[in-house]
């Protein structure tokens, strides 16, 4: 017994020396990318490290390559300026990147595999945006947003740039030669035009064409009517190939460029639909659907290389993994196991071999290769060893009958630090955004404005649950909330809460409830449905229905998600919005909010905050300048992802130092 004793205060002490702060986690690196080279002998992927020293607040991006075999494994770029989105060229010799480097704009940049300093082949008016090698290595293909006019210029500097709603710079592609002109320059050709906006492009193989997604202009509102189009590589008209009426997105050429894969939503019109996969001959006709996938939410990655098979990545539950659909119209078969993550999966030319980045909840990401003929994963990066060292604590899967007994609802229970069975702790109920996100099993020891390992390090206990309405469940359950947001989805939420208080785990007195953007709407409505809550958190969240559908940049979402516009069904929205039934809440609540969130325009943060002032409910509201919908300067991260200790340490029943759990 005084062994057990002995050991159980050795471990304590271990985990108090090796203590999870937000100011620790910001030291977390952030993988990005795993891109393999086409002859499958090296890897380039992207480390990006949070800066944060005096006036700084910025993630510098720096590109490494390693070697398959393990036997290197190097930086390759450098400097004060970010390098990323690097891609192989064809023969595996050259690896072209982005970067502002000698510029102010995002240019493309070329350097050897051997070494050398890397050279500007772009000097664009705009930003570089994605980008692709033509099959022979002669020339890249780019996207880029049109820049200023000569006039719209001029009227900048004199204080004449009115701006008229719903005008966009499109986006279109071009093309440069990577053989220097008389000049000196590479030659830059554009290829498209017009009334469009390109979001996806692809080479065929023989390198004659370009395939590419496009929308009707810019605005995110339009991203579910999306076609697919061909161009020639020296210049021509467009030819549409796919013009369902809903979403035609993603294109990839065969090997043998016969045939040109898509995913496409079919005539439906949703922000939650289902999508499959389709082929179609390259030169246009009539496309076939394949088996459907188990989400219907997916990312078409590669062929195989015999023609075969599509490879595709998809969420299933609380995982991501890789499958390989057969062109045959069999069903998809998962290459991955279903734990963990497995994301920004490349192949090599062959597809003998796949490169990616893999994590779970205690094992923070690295780069892998995995042999597709053992399906044998080999890690082949180091990034955060430091941070695998650490004491993690403990999460796991859970799931609960939904209350009205028609779904499996799955959570991820993160337990307090030195969890003890017997005793109860405090809860961290932490909801999702989208609403069609989900939590995943992905590293807890991540720099987030929800610092998983740090909230156990305070005592708490965190549940994550996935709520009708999630991705990752199939499209009934994803689209199971329409017309029911802050109903059903609540019910599945807090029988999750009433699981893990049964189960003895979490004291019911003891509860702190938080969520960014559709996770701050679930917890603005929570507050006004109950009290039991002792400190909420509201991020980015949508509180009034009806005065975002006015103010936001996607007006058609809550129509999608709720049948009709406001002005047809005011009553439902305002059944719906936590505005509605605010005289109901005691909660002490911190509203957040980023000052140039367009998605969730600061005002429903604003909103909530004045109403809660007025009904003399505690609270506080922080806004953060420069921040879109999702706070980007690892400053402000840090700050946010504090402050939510702080007000729920503030008022979690009178607490100023760690939880450690009652009896």
């Known amino acids: 017994m005084r062994t057990v004793s002995l050991l159980l205060l050795c471990s304590v002490a271990v985990f108090a020396q090796n203590a999870w702060t937000p100011a620790e986690m910001m030291k977390f690196k952030r993988l990005t990318s795993a891109v393999l080279s ?4 090296r890897i380039a992927y992207t480390v990006s490290v949070p800066l944060m020293e005096g006036d700084k607040s910025e993630f510098l991006t720096h590109i490494w390559v390693a070697t398959t075999d393990g036997g290197s494994n190097r930086q390759f770029t450098f400097g004060d300026k970010s390098c990323s989105s690097p891609q192989f060229s064809p023969d595996s010799r050259w690896l072209a990147f982005t970067s502002s480097r000698g510029s102010d704009r995002t240019q493309l940049h070329l350097i050897s595999l051997e070494g050398g300093e890397a050279e500007q082949i772009t000097s664009q008016k705009n930003n570089v945006g994605q980008f692709a090698w033509s099959p022979d290595g002669k020339r890249i293909a780019f996207i880029m947003t049109d820049p200023l006019t000569e006039q719209e210029e001029r009227n900048r500097k004199e204080k004449r740039d009115m701006e008229i709603a719903d005008t966009y710079k499109n986006a279109h592609i071009y093309t440069v030669s990577l053989t220097k002109n008389a000049r000196g320059k590479y030659p830059v050709k554009r290829l498209t035009g017009g009334d469009f906006h390109v979001t996806d492009l692809t080479w065929s193989p023989d390198g004659k064409t370009i395939a590419f997604a496009h929308q009707v202009n810019a605005s995110l509102n339009e991203w579910p009517t999306t076609d697919i189009s061909i161009v020639p590589s020296d210049s021509g008209a467009v030819k549409k190939l796919v013009a369902n009426k809903g979403q035609d997105a993603n294109p990839v050429y065969s090997p043998d460029g016969q045939w040109l894969a898509f995913f496409s939503g079919g005539d439906a019109v949703s922000w939650s639909g289902a999508n499959n996969v389709y082929i179609i001959p390259a030169a246009g006709g ?14 078409l990655l590669s062929w195989s290389a015999d023609g075969k098979s599509i490879f595709i990545s998809e969420a299933y539950r609380t995982t991501r993994v890789v499958y390989a659909l057969p062109v045959d119209g069999k069903p998809p078969k998962m290459i991955t196991p279903a734990e963990g993550m497995y994301t920004n ?30 399906m044998k994963l080999r890690k082949i990066s180091s990034v955060n060893d430091d941070f695998a060292a650490k004491p993690h604590a403990k999460t796991e899967v859970i799931s609960w009958k939904s209350k009205d007994g028609k779904y499996t609802i799955d959570g991820l229970l993160t337990y307090p630090a030195n969890y003890q069975a017997g005793r109860k702790y405090p809860l961290i109920l932490n909801i999702h955004g989208g609403p069609a996100g989900v939590f995943t099993q992905n590293y807890t020891g991540a720099s987030t404005i929800y610092p998983l390992q740090a909230f156990a390090s305070e005592g708490y206990a965190v549940l994550r649950p996935n709520p009708r309405g999630s991705s990752g469940y199939g499209v009934e359950f994803r689209q ?14 807090m029988a999750g809460v009433d699981k893990v208080i049964a189960d003895g785990i979490v004291h019911p007195d003891s509860l702190c ?17 109950t009290n039991r809550f002792k400190a909420a958190m509201v991020g980015a969240g949508v509180t009034n229905l009806i ?24 009553d439902v929205y305002a059944r719906h ?71 729920f340490n503030q008022h979690n029943r009178g607490r100023t130092g760690k939880n450690t759990g009652t009896n």
């Open 38 to 41: 086409p002859d499958g002998k």
């Open 286 to 299: 009539t496309s076939k659907k394949l088996a459907p996938t188990f989400d219907g939410s997916f990312q």
């Open 345 to 374: 999966a490349t192949f090599s030319k062959a597809t003998d071999l796949m490169a990616c980045v893999y994590q779970n909840s205690s094992v923070p990401p690295n780069v892998y290769v995995m042999n597709l003929k053992d």
């Open 480 to 493: 199971a909330n329409k017309n029911d947001w802050g109903f059903g989805d609540y019910d599945d939420i």
């Open 513 to 529: 409830v938080t969520g960014w953007s559709y996770g701050g709407y679930m917890t603005s409505m929570i507050i006004t449905k």
């Open 547 to 570: 005065s975002f559908t006015g103010t936001a940049d996607i007006p058609d979402f809550i129509p999608d998600y709720f049948g009709g516009e406001l002005w047809d069904r005011t």
């Open 577 to 647: 919005s936590a505005m509605f039934a605010v005289k109901n809440v005691k909660t002490p609540t911190l509203v957040i909010h980023g000052e140039r969130d367009l998605r969730v325009p600061i005002s429903q943060g604003q909103e909530l905050y004045m109403a809660l002032k007025r009904l003399g409910v505690k609270t506080q509201m922080v806004s953060y300048p420069r921040t879109p919908h999702g706070p980007q300067e690892p400053k402000f991260i840090q700050d946010i992802a504090e402050r939510v200790i702080d007000w």
